[in-house]
């Protein structure tokens, strides 16, 4: 097999051991002589995989009791939509828009009629290359909450001090940070995150909430109701058994290597690598605010378009896959997720040295 590393911000890279566990269990999943994909999602032995994959995160997260965790599709951008449509009918909401994805979910809030939408705080001034300073943060308290992106998965920064926000519940997009940074799940009132970074396939999206925001609003669809599918127990309709599956897989993976805990010294250990090699370097450098920079995804530039683009293709065939930045700002980026080993952290930095030589700075 050829021997690559995935910098891939998503779908990222999976623990080899996982995959190896789920190749070995495809066609006969525990005798059954079905694979997980052919079960019934209403079966008995999928009901274990569910109720195993939800106990394994409450584990993980130290989700409080009081807090529902849903297994559900559309992505983390149906839920630009769900959260203002179960959260907030007559109030106003607020915003912290540091980067594309923060933009996109106030976008999508704007859509719902009536809805007054409004930004607390933002770094597009900056082109979102820090975060804006929340310390000082005049929440009104008569939000029904305030959002914000946890990690900011293309402009490559992170917030690591949340607001103080009230009796306003915080709701935070987690998709490329759960799992990977220590947040207290009970600083924030919904927690939402795709799963195709640290959880396992695209496909999935874990909601978790707490129950006083369920079933605040009446919501036009049963499908788009965190209610309905909190009583159902994500089994309203056919739920992606097979991503839950996988990530139950990965739940137990990261729990055997100490926990989110560990997961997070992890990161910073392999960030801080490169980040310290960006420092000296005379070539590559970071955009992003140091107190702000994020621990999973990474952007470098050189400072010269045509010279990051011969990086890329050099680094690829190299095998060093998914190096490109996002093309809404250029350059490169690393993404270093949970799964992705030190080693081909160590491997690029040889690799960036090499180019540097070869290209001064
Ligand atoms: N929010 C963040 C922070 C993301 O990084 C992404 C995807 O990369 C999304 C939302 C959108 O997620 P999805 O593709 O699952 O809708």
């Known amino acids: 097999m050829k021997e690559i590393y995935n910098f891939s911000a998503g779908p990222a890279v999976l623990p080899k051991s996982v995959l190896l566990k789920a190749q070995s269990e495809l066609i006969n999943y525990r005798d059954s002589g079905m694979s997980v994909m052919e079960l019934s999602h209403r079966s008995s032995l999928f009901e274990e995989i569910i109720q195993e994959a939800e106990s394994l995160l409450r584990e993980l997260m130290a989700i409080p009791d009081n807090y529902r965790v849903l297994f559900l599709q559309g992505g983390a951008s149906l839920q630009f939509t769900m959260v203002p449509l179960n959260l907030a009918k007559d109030?106003?909401?607020?915003y912290i828009n540091t980067g594309t994805w923060s933009e996109k979910a106030i976008s999508e809030a704007k859509k719902i009629p009536g809805l007054d939408v409004q930004?607390?705080?933002?770094?597009?001034?900056?082109?979102?290359?820090?975060?804006?300073?929340?310390?000082?943060?005049?929440?009104?308290?008569?939000?029904?909450?305030?959002?914000?992106?946890?990690?900011?998965?293309?402009?490559?920064?992170?917030?690591?001090?949340?607001?103080?926000?009230?009796?306003?519940?915080?709701?935070?997009?987690?998709?490329?940070?759960?799992?990977?940074?220590?947040?207290?799940?009970?600083?924030?009132?919904?927690?939402?995150?795709?799963?195709?970074?640290?959880?396992?396939?695209?496909?999935?999206?874990?909601?978790?909430?707490?129950?006083?925001?369920?079933?605040k609003e009446k919501v036009p669809s049963a499908m788009l109701d965190y209610a309905i599918q909190a009583k159902a127990n994500s089994l309203?309709?056919?739920?992606?058994?097979?991503?839950?599956?996988?990530?139950?897989?990965?739940?137990?993976?990261?729990?055997?290597?100490?926990?989110?805990?560990?997961m997070e010294r992890r990161n910073q250990e392999k960030a801080q690598l490169l980040y310290d090699y960006l420092e000296i370097s005379a070539l590559f450098d970071s955009p992003v605010a140091i107190a702000d920079r994020s621990l999973n995804n990474i952007p470098f530039v050189t400072g010269q378009p045509e010279l990051d683009k011969q990086f890329v293709s050099e680094a690829e065939a190299a095998g060093f896959e998914n190096l490109k930045g996002h093309r809404l700002v250029g350059g490169m980026r690393a993404s270093l997720y949970n799964a992705f080993p030190v080693e081909g952290v160590h491997a690029l930095i040889d690799f960036m040295t090499n180019f540097e030589q070869q290209h001064g700075g």
């Open 91 to 94: 109030q106003a909401v607020g």
């Open 119 to 215: 930004i607390l705080a933002s770094s597009q001034e900056s082109n979102y290359t820090n975060i804006p300073d929340l310390s000082t943060l005049d929440v009104p308290q008569d939000l029904a909450y305030l959002h914000l992106t946890t990690n900011n998965t293309i402009e490559g920064t992170s917030i690591y001090h949340l607001p103080k926000s009230g009796a306003v519940p915080l709701v935070a997009d987690m998709s490329s940070n759960i799992l990977s940074t220590d947040y207290q799940v009970a600083d924030f009132g919904l927690i939402y995150a795709g799963a195709q970074k640290n959880i396992g396939p695209a496909g999935l999206t874990v909601v978790i909430v707490r129950d006083d925001l369920v079933g």
């Open 236 to 262: 309203y309709n056919t739920p992606p058994t097979y991503a839950i599956y996988i990530a139950k897989l990965v739940f137990e993976w990261v729990k055997e290597l100490g926990g989110v805990k560990e």
